[in-house]
């Protein structure tokens, strides 16, 4: 599941430049695309988008893996979902059984064939589909979140010379998980080192219950407060605390919200903490997935 098409015009693009740069290398970025994105009702981000002819808004959803669509507009474009032997957990905890196979897939100029998108049946009002990393990956992604942009780099760059907007940086290593495209980096959380995962699909911010208690906050702790509990044994439990600031090696965001979820409630997270939009949308972030590093200035 990748723009082939993009790939291949991609190619065709440097083809030029690094002939002219035999000698030296032409550290310039080149930018495939700048594509405006729209805020949801519940504070992510979407981007326009081209599923066989019919303009669509996606979801952009770095936590999740490969690209998907509702059933409606799988009705829209003629396809019929079939049944896939690999399933995947969606947006809201959604199973994901069925894909369609698109002819033609467009991300601004940039143009894929055949491409296989799952259905989703719990994508929620206000987006047709996901763009997941399994599109992402191929390129250096830029979230120029006080601009309302994501633009898409190409990844053959010197290494370093990314920062086109600042001339004061973070740059912090990148983690890129094999199975998933996920991106995970490290931060420290009331003067702890833990990792985060950058997940642009979920508005909140979510740790387990035990993490917290690996930074010393308890169920007893006076200022973790229960804000929801449910289950027959109310199992399922989420917190509230005041976390004063989240570094990320000298970039502080302070008093992030980010909510404590018992672990029957995130039985598979581990010990990350889930970095959602409330948060990321105060960075301009570049991801370089290629070089596995994330270039990080506040948004403004």
């Not at 049946?121 to 992604?141: C, I, W």
């Not at 200022?223 to 109310?234: A, F, T, V």
Request: negative net charge; proline residues 5%.
């Amino acid at each position: 599941m990748m723009l082939r098409a993009a790939i291949a015009l991609a190619a065709l693009m440097i083809a030029p430049c690094a002939a002219r740069a035999a000698d030296a290398p032409d550290c310039r970025l080149m930018r495939y695309a700048a594509i405006p994105f729209t805020t949801i009702a519940d504070g992510r981000i979407a981007i326009p988008v081209g599923v066989d002819g019919h303009a669509a808004s996606f979801l952009v959803d770095t936590g999740g893996v490969y690209v998907s669509m509702t059933p409606e507009l799988a009705k829209e474009t003629g396809r019929t979902p079939k049944e896939v032997d690999r399933w995947l957990v969606g947006v809201g905890g959604s199973l994901m059984t069925t894909a369609v196979h698109v002819d033609e897939f467009t991300i601004d100029k940039l143009k894929g064939k055949g491409i296989p998108v799952y259905v989703d049946t719990r994508l929620g009002v206000g987006v047709d589909g996901t763009v997941d990393p399994d599109m992402m990956a191929k390129f250096d992604v830029d979230f120029d979140f006080a601009h309302g942009l994501m633009n898409l780099f190409s990844q053959d760059h010197c290494p370093g010379k990314v920062v086109y907007w600042a001339k004061d940086f973070v740059v912090l290593p990148m983690e890129v998980r094999i199975n998933s495209g996920h991106i995970r980096v490290p931060v420290t959380l009331e003067g702890k080192k833990v990792m985060a995962t950058l997940d642009t699909g979920s508005m909140d911010s979510v740790m387990s219950l035990k993490l917290a208690k690996s930074l010393g906050i308890t169920e007893d702790s006076p200022d973790l407060k229960l804000r929801r509990s449910s289950g027959s044994e109310n199992q399922f439990r989420t917190y509230s605390y005041p976390f004063k600031a989240l570094d990320m090696d000298g970039i502080a965001v302070t008093n992030p919200h980010i909510m404590v979820m018992s672990d029957a409630m995130l039985p598979r997270m581990g010990d990350d903490i889930i970095l959602g939009m409330g948060i990321l949308r105060q960075l301009h972030l570049y991801v370089a997935y290629k070089e596995e590093k994330l270039y990080i200035t506040p948004a403004q």
